[in-house]
Nanobody, 127 residues
């Protein structure tokens, strides 16, 4: 089992940047494919980005492609989400999630594929 804790959220003006971090407990972080999702009030949870166990493969939601970058440091048990050129529509609670998978190259993108979730961190982008 793994516990996830997000940090780095906050209030930023449109066009600005934030970097979210998700720290995982335990010693086996590298066995988990990781993902970032977001949920705005009244909307469904939306896929933002995913990364494979080794970090060699990534995937992005259409809304953030070209602006956000997911990365991971397995030595630090941490996954990151660098968010640039932020827009008001990026405002949401951002969650990281972990999926225990046996495939090194797998990238997950559906909420149902993830086994563990963090509590979320609020990102607010003002216009």
């Amino acid at each position: 089992q793994v516990q996830l804790a997000e940090s780095g959220g906050g209030l930023v003006q449109a066009g600005g940047s934030l970097r979210l971090s998700c720290a995982a407990s335990g010693r086996s972080f590298s066995i988990y494919a990781m993902g970032w999702f977001r949920q705005a009030p009244g909307k469904e949870r939306e896929f933002v980005a995913g990364i494979s166990r080794s970090g060699g493969n990534t995937d992005y939601g259409d809304a953030v492609l070209g602006r956000f970058t997911i990365s991971r440091d397995n030595a630090k048990n941490t996954v990151y989400l660098q968010m640039n050129s932020l827009k008001p529509e990026d405002t949401a609670v951002y969650y990281c999630a972990a999926d225990k998978t046996s495939l090194q190259s797998t990238v997950r993108s559906f909420p149902s594929q993830f086994d563990y979730w963090g509590q979320g961190t609020q990102v607010t982008v003002s216009s």
